[in-house]
């Protein structure tokens, strides 16, 4: 290898390093932000933090299925036990989002046209098990696994639940903001315009 060969797998394993940081932070900050919406602290707040939620991770995604293919040093993935449990993430979640979490979606646009139903909070929780799962890879030390975990998982799983999950909530912000009467709203606004300054 001639020293042009060592100074390209240099800067490519130090771009490599600073995509896993930067990947990590997001999943951890995806992570408190589900945890902290499925409290129920903030029941009014639940739609717009999980849009801004989702929206972050989904830009760590498209950075990942943009690039070239990580491949990790070793051909097997290391075990670090049972994944976390977020059954009661999901729970939370379901009661928060009760009336509003099932929806309607295409699975795949390009091969299939058939309409299944989904569920904003089954989504949530899948992006989560595999953020967290990288996450495991990034804390012990193997950020390359948990590169090619995370960016594997993104384009077969959490990706496509990210997407369809801001889809719905975008949809469900905008009937929440927009779908008002008319008359309230032609009220409001000439209370507005005719407020004293």
Known sequence: MDDTDESAEK????????????????????????????????????????????????LAGARLGAMVDVVPAERFEPDHGPDPDLDLLHDGLATLLAGLDEYAEVPDPVLLGHVVSGSLSNDVVTIASDLSHGLRHFES?????????????YLSSW????TSALRVLVALLAHVRLDADEEVVMEAEMAALHAEP
């Open 11 to 58: 800067a490519l394993r130090h771009e490599l390093s600073g995509l896993a940081d930067e990947t990590a932070e997001q999943a951890r900050t995806y992570l408190l932000a589900v945890r902290e919406v499925s409290t129920g602290q903030a029941p009014q707040a639940v739609l717009p933090l999980l849009l801004l939620a989702l929206s972050q991770v989904q």
């Open 141 to 153: 030390g193997a950020s390359t696994e948990a590169l090619w975990w995370w960016q594997f998982s």
């Open 159 to 162: 990706g496509e639940r990210a």
